[in-house]
């Protein structure tokens, strides 16, 4: 059964563009969190030489002339625009396994099911119907579809659509590829497969599948396989996140724990609601805090602590009350925090929640449960965070009603939230 | 559930419809199905007449007055879907040269035109080295009718 890749082209850069269109063949980036460095560039920025990860400070001194523009990332508008083009890629195909926000892989019966000219038609309908750029690659495993996905971005002649179907194909492709650019193939695995002189992937399997194994472990030796032509890497069970997490660096260093109990519940909250929308409920809350690691003249610390849940559970009310205590356990005085999250593990689907037999509080859990259902509705309706816990709220007699990590972020440079919410529409003369 | 008075057809609006675009993916997933879809030929969802392709279709502003003689002024919101196909006499969001424009697309004698619904606007001709894009088809438009709401 044939796979295929459907992967967005720099995505958060199109994604700004779509609204944009001027900065269309201009140099684009778009900054990470607190608009700490690049993570998202056009091809013109590229062709600058603007790394992946450079600092935002560093690229205004590289960026002399003051041509590229930069975006703090606006992940709402991100977001919504994956799940466009993710509801037309799984109303076309049918059976889609999305791997990132910007990448979904799907399966075909059959390589005659899509055929060049169907695919290159799928590319050509999703730019149109979204504005967002895609390319596709299609062959027997998933790993070979990356390889092909590659093939369709970077030559134009494939009109975005690539299609390996026969071991010719697939070795001569093999040989064109940079080992480092294989999915699946670590950083760290890159310099002891270089030293045995492997540079492209072909080369790669020249190796023996038991050596790799023994030597690199049973991951290595599936991207082996893989590269074969043999499907073996399941990823669908990560349909349904095993773990979900919430973590931010902060603006400014927090030392007091009442702020950074905020940040916790702001944190928790927002896995809570990821949670509930994947229909799962999650049995232990893990919650880390750590120092910044750049500032070797302050005190360094951090930790973890995990707080498991009686019964798995999905409501906001129980998730921050662990997430809170979780913190308390940890929080050490005198030293500023950097960096916080929050981390959710052990999740089951909603409806297969074991009950405990001691469980006394299934009445007062049904009604967290239908709070939470309709804090996340009005929510929806009205705005993030229109309704909250009251300890999502920096100071609640303060006239700062905003939940305190939204107002933390520096996000200088952020666009509209042009699809999501009624008062930043795009505007037409 | 439709109640007749004179030429006016009633229809109860489909208010709890929580009905964002796009729809879509979540459907694909969605483990339980509401018994309330067993219902739904009895109420209008506003959402599903005015949004045929969730997934292409985006609101927009309208700033300014190019089509007042059409109706649409500024404050109005527009729905255009980006997945049709641009044709004669549609109305569009259109993008020339460096800005977005509400215009009619009009083909003569195989020239293309933008025409505004405003007799203060002269028609522009779209010339081969414009930079030019239809952005989006108008579907719908939309104009508040009271200040109280």
Partial sequence: MPYGLVDCNNFFVSCERVFRPELNNKPVVVLSNNDGCVVSRSNEAKAMNIPMGMPF?????HDKNNIVTAFSSNYVLYGDMSHRVMSILSNTIGNIIPYSIDESFFAIDNFQQLPHTKAVALAKNIHQSTGIPVSIG????????KVACKFAKKLKGYKSACIINTDEKRMKALQLTAIEDVWGIGR????????????TAADFL???????RREFGLPLAQTWKELNGIDCIDIEKGDNKQSICTSRSFAQMVDNEEQLQTHIANFAAQCAMKLRKQHSAAQSVMVFISSNRFRTDLQQYSNACTQMLEVAASNTYEIVSAASLALHKIFKKGVQYKKAGV????????NAIQTSMFDENQNRRDKDNRLSALIDSINKANGRDTICLAAQLSEPNNDNTQPLFNNNLRREHLSERYT?????LLKVK | MATQN??????????QSYMSIPLAGSDVHAGFPSPAQDYAEQSIDLNRELVRHPASTFYARVVGNSMQDEGIDEGDVLVVDKSLEPQNGDMAVCFIDGEFALKFISQRKGKLFLVSGNKAYKD??????????????????????????
Avoid: H
């Avoid at chain 1, 999501?420 to 930043?424: D, M, S, V």
């Fill in chain 1, 188 to 199: 760290r695995t890159i310099p002891t497969l270089k030293q045995k002189g492997i540079v």
């Fill in chain 2, 124 to 149: 522009i001709e779209v010339q081969p080295e414009s930079d030019f894009m239809v952005w989006g088809i108008v579907t719908y438009t939309i104009k508040k009718r009271n200040s109280r709401i």
């Fill in chain 1, 420 to 424: 999501t919410n009624w008062n930043e």
């Fill in chain 1, 57 to 61: 400070y560093q690229l205004k001194e």
């Fill in chain 1, 206 to 212: 020249r190796l023996n599948e038991k050596d790799i």
């Fill in chain 1, 343 to 350: 981390v959710l593990c052990d999740i089951s689907p909603a």
């Fill in chain 2, 6 to 15: 004179n030429q006016i057809e009633f229809f109860e609006p489909e208010t």
């Fill in chain 1, 138 to 145: 299609i062959a027997p495993t998933k790993t070979l579809a």
